[in-house]
């Protein structure tokens, strides 16, 4: 049984930065693609980043060049460091995983809330 375990939201000031953590527990498929997705109040659901087995990222244009996804050196861990939030980065934001086959995610984490609020 694979669990993608969240952690790191919370209330954020305008301009403030944060950092979230996913970690893979169980067995999951590797190699695989880790992402970053977010919901926002009355918005559906979108990716914001992913990162491949190989390093290659992805951004949502909305937070390029002030976000940076990685993953630790056991390919076990992704992070999302976001810099300059803004109201618009209000949501919840959940870890998925998948082969790398298709694009269909497989594993999801249970959402951690990122509320940025003066």
């Known amino acids: 049984q694979v669990q993608l375990v969240e952690s790191g939201g919370g209330l954020v000031q305008p301009g403030g930065s944060l950092r979230l953590s996913c970690t893979a527990k169980?067995?999951?498929?590797?190699?695989?693609?880790m992402a970053w997705f977010r919901q926002g109040p009355g918005k559906e659901r979108e990716l914001v980043a992913s990162?491949?087995?190989?390093?290659?990222?992805y951004y949502v244009d909305s937070v390029k060049g002030r976000s940076t996804i990685s993953r630790d050196s056991a390919k076990s861990t992704v992070y999302l460091e976001m810099n300059n939030l803004n109201i618009d980065d209000t949501a919840v934001y959940y870890c998925?995983?998948?082969?790398?086959?298709?694009?269909?995610?497989?594993?999801w984490g249970q959402g951690t809330q990122v509320t940025v609020s003066s």
């Open positions: 998925g995983a998948r082969g790398m086959v298709g694009s269909h995610y497989d594993y």
């Open positions: 990162i491949g087995w190989d390093g290659n990222t």
């Open positions: 169980g067995s999951i498929a590797r190699p695989n693609v």
